[in-house]
Nanobody, 114 residues
């Protein structure tokens, strides 16, 4: 049974920074993709950033240059450093793992507001 446990998130002012982390546990296929999705209020879930086991990254256009995704393969963790946050970044952020199937974390709230 694979579990994803997220940490981080919270309330930050526009222009501020936050960091999210996610630890995956259980039997995990090594050639996997980890990442972050988000669901803004009243909208559908959307991809934020993903990172493959080999380190290849992909970012949504809306976060390029502001967010940085990284992972530690030995620890099965993925992190998201979010800088220059905007009110439109407000959402529930979900950790994601694809390892033969999709796995999701429970979600963590990020609120950007003055």
């Amino acid at each position: 049974q694979v579990q994803l446990v997220e940490s981080g998130g919270g309330l930050v002012q526009p222009g501020g920074s936050l960091s999210l982390s996610c630890a995956a546990s259980g039997s995990i296929f090594s050639a996997n993709v980890m990442g972050w999705y988000r669901q803004p209020p009243g909208k559908e879930r959307e991809v934020v950033a993903t990172i493959a086991h080999n380190g290849r990254t992909n970012y949504a256009d809306s976060v390029k240059g502001r967010f940085t995704i990284s992972r530690d393969n030995a620890k099965n963790t993925v992190s998201l450093q979010m800088n220059s946050l905007k009110p439109e970044d407000t959402a529930v952020y979900y950790c994601y793992l694809f390892a033969l199937r999709n796995y999701w974390g429970q979600g963590t709230q990020v609120t950007v507001s003055s």
